[in-house]
C-alpha cells in the first residue's frame, strides 16, 4: 500500500482508513489557478490540524482551492515527505482508550520551497484570490533580534535592501545550484512580497500566525513594520507601500493547541502492519525528527480573530476551531499558554528531564509531579486567570490533567517540550508572575519559583541520579548555563549574588525576578534541588507533598 495518488485509487485495500472524498487532481489545478491559502511552516501541526480541517471543508465542499504549503526552514518535509507521496500524509490520531483513527489527508494542492520554488511562492503572492498567509514557524521564527536586543546580521542587511533586491536574489538562487538557506530573513521576505504584491494587484492579505507564542499576530507584525519603517527611512520603499503594510495588511492573532509529538515508533509499526510503504521516520539536517506521517491527540483547538481583508476560508466549519475577536483570543491564549496547560509542560518537561522520565504520560503517574502542576495550577494560575467565554478554564485545565497528559498512547516526550525553555519562559511564567506582582501577592508563590529553580538546576546537565544528559535544544542555552558561573553539582551554599545576573534577565522571565523580591525564594529552591544524588525527588516531596 503506497501513499499516492495511485496507491489510494483503489479504495478496497484501505479498511480502517479516511480517505479524501473530493476530486484531488480538480483540488490541485483549483488551488494552482486560484490559490485562497498558502502555509510557510510544513511540520506535524500544520498536517495533523490543519490539513485535515482544510480536508473536511473539501469533503463537503465548502472549499475547492486547496493548501500551498511552504517550507523556508530546509527542505525535506517538501522534498521528502509531501512530493513523493503526490502531497498525501498519513495522520493518525491517538485517543485515550487505545483506538487509533487513521486517516490519509490530500488537502494540499501545491508543496514548495523558498529554496527551489521562490519565483512561484511570488506568482502565488501577486494573486488576488490569496486571502490568508498563515505561519508555523515557531516563536524564533518572527525575532529579528538575539537574546541580548542586537538585531541579527541577516536583518541588517536586509534593512540596506530594497524588497525588490531580496525577491529577485532569491528567485536567482532558486534557479541555480547555490542555496539560499539564510540568504534573507523570512520576515523581510514576508514584509518584500507583501510590498510587491502591493505593487501587482493591491488586493488586501492576512498574515496569520498559527504559532503557540503569545500575541503572534503582534510578532508578525511588529517584525514586518520594523523592516518596512527602515525602507522608508532608507528610501527603498514609498510611503503607499508603507501604508499598503499597515492598512491593507491584517495580522490576526490566534491561540492554537494541539499535542503532535515526533513521529512514533510504534504508530510507524502500526503502518507497516497494515502494508504501507516507505513511511520511515528521519532526523533533518536542522535536528528535526519527521516522517511522512503524523501522530497527534484529538483534541484540538484554533481561535482566530475574524480580520481578513480579503475574505477567508470558512475555517469556523471545521473542528476546533473558532473565529472570534481579538480580546476573546487573548483571553484564550493567556488561559492555555500562562495557566492551563503550557507552563504544566514546562514543569513536566524540566522536573523529567532531571528525574529521567521519556514519557509525559509516565510523568501523571509520578508520585509527586501530578500534585505539583495541580497545585501551581489552581493555587497559582486560576486566581489570575481571565476566563475568555467560550472556553471554560476549568474544564480545560481537566481535560489537559485527566485526559490529555495521561494519554499512555501519545508519545510526547518532556525532552521535545524542554526544547526553546528560554523563549518559553517570559510568557508561560512571565505573565503570571507580572499579575502576582501587580497583586502584591508573590512573595506568596511556591510553585512558579519552585519550576523557575528546577530549570536553573536543569542547566547544569546533571540528573537526579548525579549522571549528565543533554539538554534540548535552545537559543538561549549556553548562555545561561554560562550565567550559573562556576556553581558546582552538590553545592549548598549558593548566594542571591550568583544567581542574579540570571534572575534579573527580563528578556529570559519576562520580568526581572531579583526586583520582584523572588531571588530569595529561588535561590533557597536551588540551593535544596542541587543537595546532590536525590535532591530533586526530596525538594519535590518536601514542597508538593
Same mark, same amino acid.
Given at each position: 500500500m503506497r ?6 485509487s483503489? =479504495?478496497?485495500?484501505?479498511?480502517g482508513?479516511?480517505?479524501p ?6 483540488m490541485?489545478e ?8 498558502? $502555509?510557510? *511552516?510544513?511540520?506535524n ?10 480536508q473536511s471543508?473539501?469533503d463537503?465542499?465548502t ?11 530546509g527542505?525535506e518535509?517538501i522534498?521528502?515527505?509531501?512530493r513523493?507521496h ?11 482508550d487505545?483506538s ?10 501545491e ?8 519565483? =512561484? ?7 488576488p484570490?490569496? &486571502?490568508i498567509v498563515?505561519f ?5 521564527g ?6 541580548a *536586543?542586537e538585531?541579527?546580521?541577516v ?8 524588497p525588490? &533586491?531580496?525577491?529577485?536574489h @532569491?528567485?536567482?538562487l532558486?534557479k *541555480?545550484?547555490? $542555496?539560499c538557506?539564510?540568504?534573507?530573513h ?7 512580497l ?6 501587482s494587484?493591491g488586493?488586501p ?6 504559532d ?6 503582534e ?9 518596512a &519603517? ?5 528610501g527603498k520603499?514609498t510611503?503607499?507601500?508603507f ?9 490576526p492573532?490566534t491561540?492554537?493547541d494541539k ?13 507497516v502492519?497494515?502494508? @504501507?510503504?516507505d513511511?520511515?521516520?528521519?532526523v ?5 525528527d ?7 491527540e484529538?483534541? &484540538? ?7 481578513f481583508?480579503n475574505?477567508r ?9 473558532? !473565529? ?5 483570543v487573548n ?8 495557566t ?17 522520565y521519556t514519557?509525559?504520560?509516565e510523568?501523571m503517574?509520578? =508520585? ?5 502542576v495541580t ?19 476549568k474544564?480545560?485545565l481537566?481535560?489537559?490533567l485527566?485526559?490529555r ?6 508519545p510526547d516526550t ?5 526544547t526553546?525553555?528560554?523563549q ?7 505573565e ?10 508573590a ?8 519550576v523557575?529553580a528546577?530549570?536553573?538546576r536543569?542547566?547544569m ?5 548525579g549522571?549528565s ?6 537559543p ?12 558546582? !553539582?552538590g ?23 531579583v526586583?520582584?523580591?523572588?531571588a530569595p525564594?529561588i535561590?533557597?529552591y536551588f ?7 536525590g535532591?530533586? =525527588?526530596?525538594?519535590l ?5
Amino acid at each position: 500500500m503506497r501513499v499516492t495518488l495511485e496507491g489510494i485509487s483503489d =479504495r478496497s485495500g484501505w479498511e480502517g482508513y479516511k480517505l479524501p472524498n473530493f476530486d484531488i487532481p480538480a483540488m490541485c489545478e483549483e488551488t494552482k489557478a486560484h490559490p485562497v491559502w498558502m $502555509h510557510f *511552516g510544513s511540520g506535524n501541526i500544520f498536517r495533523a490540524f490543519l490539513c485535515s480541517a482544510a480536508q473536511s471543508l473539501l469533503d463537503s465542499n465548502t472549499m475547492t482551492s486547496g493548501i500551498t504549503a511552504v517550507e523556508s526552514h530546509g527542505t525535506e518535509i517538501i522534498t521528502e515527505c509531501f512530493r513523493p507521496h503526490d502531497n498525501l500524509c498519513v495522520a493518525v490520531t491517538l485517543n485515550g482508550d487505545g483506538s487509533m483513527d487513521k486517516e490519509i489527508v490530500g488537502s494540499v494542492g501545491e508543496a514548495l520551497t523558498t529554496e527551489y520554488d521562490f519565483g =512561484r511562492i511570488r506568482e502565488i503572492f501577486k494573486n488576488p484570490s490569496l &486571502q490568508i498567509v498563515s505561519f508555523t514557524i515557531t516563536e524564533k521564527g518572527y525575532a529579528l533580534r538575539n537574546a541580548a *536586543g542586537e538585531l541579527s546580521k541577516v536583518v541588517e542587511a536586509d534593512k540596506e535592501l530594497a524588497p525588490s &533586491q531580496i525577491l529577485n536574489h @532569491l528567485t536567482e538562487l532558486a534557479k *541555480g545550484d547555490e $542555496h539560499c538557506v539564510g540568504a534573507h530573513h523570512l520576515m523581510s521576505i514576508i514584509a518584500a512580497l507583501c510590498v510587491e504584491r502591493a505593487n501587482s494587484c493591491g488586493a488586501p492579505i492576512a498574515l496569520t500566525s498559527m504559532d503557540n507564542c503569545s500575541h503572534n499576530g503582534e510578532k508578525i507584525e511588529n517584525a514586518v513594520s520594523e523592516i518596512a &519603517q527602515a525602507w522608508l527611512a532608507a528610501g527603498k520603499i514609498t510611503q503607499s507601500d508603507f501604508d499598503y503594510l499597515r492598512e491593507k495588511v491584517s495580522y490576526p492573532w490566534t491561540m492554537i493547541d494541539k499535542i503532535t509529538p515526533r513521529p512514533d515508533a510504534k504508530v510507524e509499526a502500526m503502518l507497516v502492519s497494515d502494508g @504501507l510503504e516507505d513511511v520511515k521516520p528521519f532526523v533533518t539536517p536542522n535536528g528535526t525528527d519527521i516522517a511522512p506521517f503524523v501522530n497527534a491527540e484529538h483534541p &484540538q483547538y484554533l481561535i482566530i480573530e475574524d480580520d481578513f481583508p480579503n475574505g477567508r476560508p470558512a475555517l469556523d466549519k471545521a473542528r476546533g476551531i473558532i !473565529f472570534t475577536d481579538r480580546d476573546t483570543v487573548n483571553a484564550c491564549e493567556r488561559m492555555k499558554v500562562c495557566t492551563c496547560l503550557n507552563p504544566l509542560h514546562t514543569a513536566l518537561a524540566i522536573f523529567g528531564c532531571l528525574l529521567g522520565y521519556t514519557s509525559i504520560s509516565e510523568e501523571m503517574k509520578d =508520585r509527586e509531579l501530578p500534585g505539583l502542576v495541580t497545585k501551581m495550577a489552581m493555587t497559582e494560575g486560576m486566581p489570575v486567570v481571565v476566563n475568555p467565554g467560550i472556553i471554560d478554564p476549568k474544564a480545560f485545565l481537566d481535560e489537559c490533567l485527566n485526559e490529555r497528559f495521561p494519554n499512555p498512547f501519545m508519545p510526547d516526550t518532556p525532552q521535545r517540550i524542554a526544547t526553546d525553555t528560554s523563549q518559553k519562559l517570559p510568557i508561560r511564567y512571565g505573565e503570571n508572575f507580572k499579575a502576582h506582582i501587580a497583586k502584591g501577592d508573590a512573595d506568596k508563590l511556591v510553585y512558579m519559583p519552585l519550576v523557575i529553580a528546577g530549570w536553573l538546576r536543569y542547566l547544569m546537565a546533571v540528573d537526579d541520579s548525579g549522571d549528565s544528559f543533554t539538554p534540548s535544544s535552545d537559543p538561549m542555552l549556553s548562555t545561561a548555563s554560562n550565567m550559573l558561573g562556576d556553581i558546582c !553539582f552538590g553545592d549548598t551554599d549558593i548566594t542571591e549574588e550568583q544567581l542574579s545576573k540570571l534572575l534579573s534577565n527580563e528578556v529570559i522571565f519576562g520580568t526581572d525576578l531579583v526586583a520582584a523580591g523572588l531571588a530569595p525564594v529561588i535561590t533557597g529552591y536551588f540551593n535544596e534541588l542541587n543537595a546532590g544524588v536525590g535532591a530533586v =525527588r526530596a525538594t519535590l516531596k518536601k514542597y508538593v507533598g
